[in-house]
């Protein structure tokens, strides 16, 4: 299996090739597996100069128990702050936080191990994106932290729902899920009850 942070055999900590570091921009990763084979999902910010950066899906590799990462795939993004995986049981579909944009839908190809675009869902200003199920009820939370067009962060984060096809509004507006430069979208459990 896929070595837990900080773990390589026999103590230290995880061994990447002398080549290979993140991008100075980087705000996130998220593990993807496909069979055998693992990806590291990175969102990227900024490159220093510009939101208007590619995000990048790393294969990791491993040889003689040293583990590197190879580029495999470049998505455009545009500030992107986090990625969530959405299992819908036969399907994957990953979303990403575009802060300076709106939520980028992706659909995963498992024979070509690709993200292929599948849309945006309006929510400038996202920070954080997480997808869960309640029961067999698919739901993606957008957290907001910005609305450029009021110029606050008084602004609302957002629930989608998947209705078999589409994600589709559940709670979004001011006056439903409002938000105040709102970083992290999480759901929970409470004495079982998600």
Same mark, same amino acid.
């Given at each position: 299996p896929f070595p837990p942070r900080g773990?390589?055999?026999?103590? !230290?900590?995880?061994? $990447?090739?002398?080549?290979?570091?993140? +991008?100075?921009?980087? /705000?996130? =990763?998220?593990?993807?597996?496909?069979?055998?084979?693992?990806?590291?999902?990175?969102?990227?910010?900024?490159?220093?100069?510009?939101?208007?950066?590619?995000?990048?899906?790393?294969?990791?590799?491993?040889?003689? !128990?040293?583990?590197? $990462?190879?580029?495999?795939?470049?998505? +455009?993004?545009?500030? /992107?702050? =986090?990625?969530?995986?959405?299992?819908?049981g036969t399907s994957r579909i990953f979303a990403v936080a575009n802060f300076m944009g709106n939520v980028s839908l992706f659909d995963w190809d498992a024979t070509n191990k690709i993200l292929v675009p599948r849309g945006d869902l309006e929510a400038s200003g996202a920070s954080d994106v997480e997808c869960f199920a309640i029961g067999s009820d698919v739901f993606l939370a957008v957290g907001r932290y910005f609305d450029a067009a009021a110029f606050s962060h008084h602004t609302s984060s957002m629930m989608?729902?998947?209705?078999?096809?589409?994600?589709?509004?559940?709670?979004?507006?001011?006056?439903?899920?409002?938000?105040?430069?709102?970083r992290a979208a999480r759901h929970m459990v409470l004495d079982g009850v998600a």
């Open positions: 773990w390589v055999g026999g103590g !230290g900590g995880l061994v $990447l090739d002398y080549n290979f570091s993140f +991008p100075e921009g980087a /705000a996130s =990763a998220l593990h993807v597996q496909e069979g055998a084979d693992h990806f590291v999902l990175m969102a990227n910010y900024w490159d220093g100069a510009s939101l208007a950066v590619d995000s990048v899906l790393y294969q990791v590799g491993v040889a003689s !128990g040293v583990y590197s $990462l190879a580029e495999h795939q470049r998505v +455009p993004t545009n500030g /992107a702050r =986090a990625w969530t995986e959405c299992n819908m989608f729902q998947w209705d078999g096809a589409a994600f589709l509004p559940f709670q979004a507006g001011s006056d439903v899920f409002a938000t105040a430069g709102c």
